[in-house]
C-alpha cells in the first residue's frame, strides 16, 4: 500500500492507516504495518462555531499528526514536507499544527501544576490561620499569667514586710521582759 491510499494491486482505494502514515513520513520504517482503520477520515472534527479556526483538519489528519507526535514531538523539515505530502497539508500548516500541540501539552502539564501550588498554598494559608489562633490564645494565657505573677509577687513583698515586722516586735517584747 502506498502513502496516497492506492491499494497496489489495482483494486479500489483504500486508507492508510494513520500509524503507517506517520511512521513512513517519519522515516521510522519498523513499525508494523496496519490493513484498516475504522475512522471516519474524511469526517471533520467540531470545531467551536465562537472561535474562528482557519484551517480544519480532518480526523484522519489529526489522527496521522498525533501518532507522528507520539513517534516524534519536533519533526526536521524534511519529516514536515513527507507529513504534509501524504496528507496534502501546507508544510507550514504541519508545523504550526505541532507547535500548537506543543504548546498545549506545556499549557497542560503547567495548569496541573497550578492547581497544585493552588492546592499547597491553600493548606499553608489554613495552616498560617492556625497558627495565629493559637498565637492569640498563648498571649491572652501569658497576661493572665503576668497578672498573676505581679499579684504573687506583690503578696511576696507584703508577706516579707509582716515578717519584718514581726521579727520588730519579738525583738522588742524580749527586749522589755
Given at each position: 500500500m502506498?502513502?496516497?491510499?492506492?491499494?497496489?494491486?489495482?483494486?479500489e482505494?483504500?486508507m492508510?492507516s494513520?500509524?503507517?502514515?506517520?511512521?513512513?513520513a517519519?522515516?521510522?520504517?519498523?513499525?508494523p504495518k496496519l490493513h484498516a482503520?475504522?475512522?471516519?477520515?474524511?469526517?471533520?472534527?467540531?470545531v467551536?462555531?465562537?472561535?474562528s479556526a482557519?484551517?480544519?483538519?480532518t480526523?484522519y489528519?489529526?489522527?496521522v499528526?498525533s501518532a507522528?507526535?507520539?513517534?516524534?514531538?519536533?519533526?526536521?523539515r524534511?519529516?514536515?514536507?513527507?507529513?504534509?505530502?501524504?496528507?496534502?497539508?501546507?508544510?507550514?500548516?504541519?508545523?504550526i499544527?505541532?507547535?500548537?500541540?506543543?504548546?498545549?501539552?506545556?499549557?497542560?502539564?503547567?495548569?496541573?501544576?497550578?492547581?497544585?501550588?493552588?492546592?499547597?498554598?491553600?493548606?499553608m494559608v489554613?495552616?498560617?490561620?492556625?497558627a495565629?489562633?493559637?498565637?492569640?490564645?498563648?498571649?491572652?494565657?501569658n497576661?493572665?499569667?503576668?497578672?498573676d505573677l505581679?499579684?504573687?509577687a506583690?503578696?511576696?513583698?507584703?508577706?516579707e514586710?509582716?515578717?519584718?515586722?514581726?521579727f520588730?516586735v519579738k525583738?522588742?517584747?524580749?527586749?522589755?521582759?
Amino acid at each position: 500500500m502506498s502513502i496516497d491510499g492506492v491499494d497496489g494491486r489495482g483494486g479500489e482505494a483504500v486508507m492508510a492507516s494513520p500509524v503507517e502514515v506517520a511512521s513512513t513520513a517519519l522515516g521510522l520504517e519498523g513499525l508494523p504495518k496496519l490493513h484498516a482503520t475504522n475512522a471516519e477520515n474524511d469526517a471533520v472534527l467540531p470545531v467551536d462555531k465562537k472561535i474562528s479556526a482557519p484551517n480544519r483538519y480532518t480526523k484522519y489528519q489529526v489522527a496521522v499528526l498525533s501518532a507522528a507526535y507520539k513517534m516524534c514531538t519536533k519533526p526536521s523539515r524534511s519529516q514536515h514536507k513527507r507529513l504534509s505530502d501524504a496528507l496534502g497539508l501546507t508544510e507550514r500548516q504541519s508545523k504550526i499544527w505541532f507547535q500548537n500541540k506543543r504548546q498545549r501539552q506545556r499549557n497542560a502539564i503547567s495548569m496541573s501544576q497550578n492547581d497544585t501550588l493552588k492546592e499547597e498554598i491553600s493548606e499553608m494559608v489554613e495552616s498560617l490561620q492556625d497558627a495565629k489562633y493559637r498565637s492569640n490564645i498563648l498571649e491572652i494565657e501569658n497576661q493572665g499569667l503576668n497578672s498573676d505573677l505581679k499579684r504573687k509577687a506583690a503578696q511576696l513583698e507584703e508577706l516579707e514586710k509582716l515578717q519584718c515586722l514581726l521579727f520588730e516586735v519579738k525583738r522588742t517584747c524580749v527586749v522589755t521582759a
